[in-house]
């Protein structure tokens, strides 16, 4: 693990040197940082657990009961704060069981250089029951399986003088011309999940004398590339995709029927986001999709976690002014 720390910070500091700021086209876009960026938004994050056996025909799918939140946040200079809450009236679906979780994530969005890091801890999921048994109604619950995740990548964009991540991820700058970049960086990622019994459901298990699967430990390191593009349509209106793919490095061990499975594979993963919107000097208003792709494969089985969030965002600028001003200063050095 220390290893890995000293690792993740070379890297960080390598991208940091690669990241110092420079000229800009100002005809592509604007930024604001002397602006606040201010916003009212709704977010829903996720994780889901997905197993897979081609050869038996099963496709399961369990999905966290997460909670519709409402929020405020904003962006000064480079840093972003944003508070969210899941409001009962917003969230009343208590058929899907419960679901506790803890959702952290960090972005670092320079000019050049781009940071995420994340931290999720989600236990209690569900499933449809139609997946078990056609033309069945309701919700398989399993408050029992866990998930932990940890992971981080830094990626480097290299037409920062046209293009902005930031204004189609915070909203704090304008893209006003269409323009593009590759990106290329590392990642790593490191997880559990667990259950106190097999993951797949009885009445499905007896039917094929499946093997029993309950936990499952991954670390997958690795460098990634990718791709993405703002086409912009007279100034204001914007569509943002985004698709990375990665050749990881990963360990990964499977628990069977009390035994542990291990392999180490160079496993490919996936990462895309979409992003449509209306964007202006001072309002804005986004629609936002992230989704992170892990996959684990065995001989006979296949496991794919997929995380990400759902979001959209109402957004104003303004000039802050007298004390408002002076706090930001001390705050942000």
Known sequence: ???????????????????????????????????????????????????????????????????????????????????????????????????????????????????????????????????????ASGYYLRPDIKVRYLGASGQYLFNHKRFSYRASFLQSEWQKKSAGSLLAGVEFFLGRSKADSSIVPAVIRGQINETDLNQVDFFDIGPNIGYIYTFVYKKHFYITGQATVSLDYGIHTLRMNGENKRSSVFSPNSSFSFFAGYNSKTWALSFIFVNKNISIASEEDRIDFNTGNLRFNIVHRFVPHGKTKRVLKEVIR
């Open 1 to 135: 693990m220390a290893k890995l720390i000293s690792v993740v910070l070379f890297v960080v500091w390598a991208f940091q040197g690669m990241a110092q700021s420079d000229a800009r086209d100002t005809t592509y876009y604007a930024t604001y940082d002397k602006i606040i960026t201010a916003r009212f938004y709704f977010s829903q994050k996720y994780t889901s657990y997905q197993y897979r056996d081609d050869a038996e025909g099963i496709r399961l799918r369990y999905k966290p009961n997460t909670t519709l939140n409402m929020g405020v946040g904003a962006t000064y200079k480079w840093a972003t704060l944003n508070l969210a809450y899941g409001f009962g009236f917003l969230n009343r679906d208590e058929a899907k069981g419960k679901t506790k979780y803890l959702d952290l994530q960090t972005h670092i969005y320079g000019r050049k250089l781009i940071i995420d890091a994340f931290g999720q801890f989600y236990t209690g999921f569900y499933m449809n029951k139609d997946e078990i048994e056609q033309g």
